[in-house]
């Protein structure tokens, strides 16, 4: 079993209360069923990640020096939402491996100075699971409400108009109970009573459980679902929204059944449990604008919590709007608070595909030089495309219940791309999606042999990262260039000053910086000559070219 360490908070605190290697650390989300295959049943597994670890930190520049590990859920599940429909929380699933596996995982992710995080589910488990089981079997046992239980209305319908993520009524009837169940997921997904203190405990438990076995770390799901309306009123309609456009699921405002203000509470507690523990930290998942984020960083006074930040998923690629939303997020946050930003996951496209090809490279370099913590999805290092699955191979339960919509995730998590061999090197054996057609160019081993390709720029960028203190603990500041469409910003440090410019545009533009002369640290397209003097002044930018720039 690998070694348990629990450091304490003034060890491993900056002075602002955030643990030193959140400053530090890049960010690598791996969905484990698609990383690597290890026994052949075309599904990927933990031995598979740990195969695959030296990959991503192998102390040495030719890895790409990633410094935490974040895992999509490894839990005992039926597998209805691939994990997210836990049936034991504190074991792991023989598809996976077990915890002897997992253990050394633990070990092996800290022996190269990583950190590992986990995903914690505490909105749903599993209508596997044995509490479930037991609170569905009458009214009155220990467990009765641990979920969330209600009668029909008088003519039988559901409770209210609450709607599941998933498609359809967020309701389930239970002939056993004669009582609908709430799932803001799927109908096996049944939603945890939060308002209960004995499922509180319960799941923070279930915390302590896994940080004891030396986990750094949680990105929390679905947090924004955790308390409803405890007088289950009815959501309102969303006057905005366009039928055979928008996601089925917003055409109702959802006031009354997520983002409730007592959420402030549950997260503190969350929080307390961490902070216990010394460096631990927390990501929630909440698709949040600037005021709503705002409120989740206030909620934990621990400082040991930031909410995930997906604006940059949905925001449409243009100099200025970049601009305006990084700068009123940076006005808002305390000098305690650390950002984080996100450009794909396993719930949306791909950026390659969002953005294309020719805009993702300064994607990557927005991300690994902005202030804060850059979260990484498996693959987009390697600019890793949607799939497109035939509808005999669709996985996904979003897909299915909403057909046709385009909701369906499984373009977004099919096999990561090794090499040019029988199924890009993920599996011996047909992998449970279908790898990408383009797998033979775009992958780990052709890659890494092309000096200009852009996985060589992630890794450019991330051990760059590593070695400024500007992008590491320096200020952040835009700068105006008269050119709407360059995003310019500084990153400052006493010693250091670096200047990033970013053409937005697909032609070149001239800027005058207002500085007279810089040093190239890098670019976008990685041709030009690093330590090469340029002119400020007068400085053209390519179509959608980036670059930093050391004025120091």
Known sequence: MAETIVASASEHKTKNGTPEWVRRAVVYHIYPRSFKDTNGDGIGDIAGIIEKLDYLNDGTDA?????????????KSPMAD??????????IDSIFGDMKTFERLVEEVHNRGMKLIMDFVPNHTSAEHPWFITSRSSKKNPKHDWYIWKDPKPDGSPPNNWLSRFGGPAWEYDEKRKQYYLHTFAVSQPDLNWRNPDVKEEMLITLEFWLAKGVDGFRTDSIYHLLKDDKFRNDPENPNYVLGK???????????????????????????VLGKYGDRFMV????????????????CYHKVHAPMNFNLISMPWIANIYREFIDEFEKVLLEEDWPNYIIGNHDRSRVATR????????????????RGMPFIYYGD???????????????DPWEKGAPGMGLGRDAERTPMQWNGGANAGFSTAEPWLPVSEAYQKMNVASESDDPRSIFNLYRFLIHFRQQSEALLHG???????????????????????????????????????????????????????????????NFTLRPNEGCVIDIS
Not at 389 to 395: C, D, R, S
Not at 478 to 504: G, K, P, W, Y
């Open 246 to 272: 928008d996601d089925p699921y917003d055409v109702l405002l959802h006031i009354f059944s997520e983002g409730r203000p007592e959420l402030a509470e549950a997260t503190n507690g969350i929080c307390e």
């Open 284 to 299: 929630s998942e909440a698709y949040l604008d600037i005021p709503e984020m705002n409120k989740m960083y206030k909620a």
């Open 63 to 75: 890895s790409l020096g990633i410094g935490a590990v974040w895992l999509s859920p490894v839990y």
């Open 355 to 370: 953005l294309g090809p020719e805009r993702i490279r300064g994607a990557a370099m927005l991300l690994l030089t902005l």
């Open 475 to 537: 200020s952040y500041r835009s700068v105006d260039t008269n050119n709407h469409h360059v995003f310019a910003f500084m990153r400052e440090s006493e010693d250091e000053q670096l200047f990033i410019l970013m053409n937005f545009a697909p032609n070149e533009q001239t800027i005058d910086t207002g500085i007279e002369r810089g040093s190239v640290v890098c670019n976008t397209f990685l041709d030009r000559k690093s330590g090469e003097q340029v002119d400020l002044k």
């Open 82 to 91: 691939f994990g997210y429909d836990i049936s034991d929380f504190k074991d």
């Open 381 to 395: 290092e390697l600019g890793m495309e949607d799939v497109r699955i035939p509808p005999n191979k669709v996985k």
